[in-house]
Antibody, heavy 124, light 116 residues
Framework: QITLKESGPTLVKPTQTLTLTCTFS??????????VGWIRQPPGKALEWLAL???????RYSPSLRSRLTITKDTSKDQVVLTMSNMDPVDTATYYC????????????????WGRGTLVTVSS | QPVLTQTPSASASLGASVTLTCTLS???????VDWYQQRPGKGPRFVMR????????SKGDGVPDRFSVLGSGLNRYLTIKNIQEEDESDYHC?????????????FGGGTKLTVL
């Protein structure tokens, strides 16, 4: 059974760097055809994709946030870490991590399972 | 990049059917979208992918047979038959675009489904 859980600070100040950790179980991020992504959702607004990391350490970032994001993995700990620099109140959101899976039948990648999310508030 | 548009809210009575729509921006009529269900207080879960030919691949784990999809033109539909209380959720559609360093994932604004 795959599970993912996000952890990190609930409150950060403007200009600070946010560090979030996704701790997962039920799969290995060293196995081919697997990835982990981060997605956020500001209160009352749409989901916004942030970043992806694949089993082979290939990475993808949202073009609009690329300069502020870094995603890394620690396969020994079954964790993926996302850092976002220069936080602003508009970054207040629930941050989700999700398992990214290659579906052989359909021939595509997709987010099949998500964590429950962690709410991060940016305020002085 | 594509823009996905969803009606903010929808409602249906217990046991009835409802169809939710995700509309792609023009020039993206060949794109497939993923439907996600997000129950209150939980993270989203994958429902299924849909293109103009219907479902692509298989449904997400545990998705009931009451859920089906169709695609036509710029619209991607999610239909829920015999609605149950547990179907009251936010439904999001998403699509990936581009490749390599230009890859990105976009989402619609979501539709809040209320079961009456």
């Amino acid at each position: 059974q795959i599970t993912l859980k996000e952890s990190g600070p609930t409150l950060v100040k403007p200009t600070q760097t946010l560090t979030l950790t996704c701790t997962f179980s039920g799969f290995s991020l060293s196995s081919s055809g697997v990835g982990v992504g981060w997605i956020r959702q500001p209160p009352g607004k749409a989901l916004e994709w942030l970043a992806l990391i694949y089993w082979d350490d290939d990475k993808r970032y949202s073009p609009s946030l690329r300069s502020r994001l870094t995603i890394t993995k620690d396969t020994s700990k079954d964790q993926v870490v996302l850092t976002m620099s220069n936080m602003d109140p508009v970054d207040t959101a629930t941050y989700y991590c999700a398992h990214y899976q290659w579906q052989v039948l359909g021939g595509y990648w997709y987010f099949d399972l998500w964590g429950r999310g962690t709410l991060v508030t940016v305020s002085s | 990049q594509p823009v996905l548009t969803q009606t903010p809210s929808a409602s249906a009575s217990l046991g009835a059917s409802v169809t939710l729509t995700c509309t792609l921006s023009s020039d993206y009529s060949d794109y497939k979208v993923d439907w996600y269900q997000q129950r209150p207080g939980k993270g989203p879960r994958f429902v299924m992918r849909v293109g103009t030919g219907g479902i692509v691949g298989s449904k997400g784990d545990g998705v009931p047979d009451r859920f089906s999809v169709l695609g036509s033109g710029l619209n991607r539909y999610l239909t829920i038959k015999n609605i149950q209380e547990e179907d009251e959720s936010d439904y999001h559609c998403g699509a990936d675009h581009g490749g390599g360093s230009n890859f990105l994932v976009v989402f619609g604004g979501g539709t809040k489904l209320t079961v009456l």
